[in-house]
């Protein structure tokens, strides 16, 4: 069966400081892979989507950036935090059928982040 | 107007009843419909899935699809405490990388 690992479940940063959250999927191959952030009591914002290693879309202007640098590895990052980039970060996974058609998306437990 | 609209909430009601959850779309390329439940400062867990239009049923949850109404819904029968919960619509359209767009998501109590 297909797991999917996200840490830290919290974190605390100043502002200024780096951020490094990393994600990753186990039991499947060539993922989608997807970074979501939520804010209280919002839904969920899409911020970066992956179909393969290396490729990387955004899909808002921000102070983030996301990397994959393994099939099944997402990873999201700042230079320098702001305050406004506190919120509920989370990773999610689905399984492209062929034809590309689409598949249901299955999430992390969240990294619910600080900034100070 | 935004793409996927849902009523916050909070919704209310008493352990049993039957709870009615809907979110509306503009987006008529929408093809997958998906129902998500969260509990608090937990990540989303998928409840039901659909395809176009149509009903699908599993144990008390049942997802209704109305493509010409652009209207989708999420029943729950004999609603219990364990049902408290945020509700969160979501759909993607073909060939989008299987990017979801999601509805605000509503808010539930089953109260005992």
């Known amino acids: 069966s297909q797991t999917i690992h996200q840490w830290p479940a919290t974190l605390v940063q100043p502002v200024g400081s780096p951020l490094s959250l990393e994600c990753t999927v186990e039991g499947t191959s060539n993922p989608n892979l997807y970074w979501y952030r939520q804010a209280a009591g919002r839904g969920l914002q899409l911020l970066f989507y992956s179909v393969g290693i290396g490729q990387i879309s955004s899909e808002v202007p921000q102070n983030l950036s996301a990397s994959r640098p393994q099939d099944r590895q997402f990873i999201l990052s700042s230079k320098k935090l702001l305050l406004s980039d506190s919120g509920f970060y989370l990773c999610a996974w689905s399984k492209p059928l062929s034809g590309r058609m689409n598949t249901e998306a299955f999430f992390g437990q969240g990294t619910r982040l600080t900034v100070v | 107007q935004k793409e996927v609209e849902q009523d916050p909430g909070p919704l209310s009601v008493p352990e049993g009843a039957i709870v009615s959850l809907n979110c509306t779309y503009s987006n008529s390329a929408f093809q997958y419909f998906m129902w998500y439940r969260q509990y608090s400062r937990k990540g989303p867990e998928l409840l039901m899935y659909?395809?176009?239009?149509g009903n699908k049923e599993d144990g008390r949850f049942t997802a209704q699809v109305d493509k010409s109404s652009k209207y989708i819904s999420l029943f729950i029968r004999d609603s219990q405490p364990s049902d408290s919960a945020t509700y969160l619509c979501a759909m993607s359209a073909r060939n989008q990388g299987g990017k979801l767009i999601f509805g605000q998501g509503t808010e539930l109590s089953v109260k005992p």
């Open positions: 659909t395809y176009s239009s």
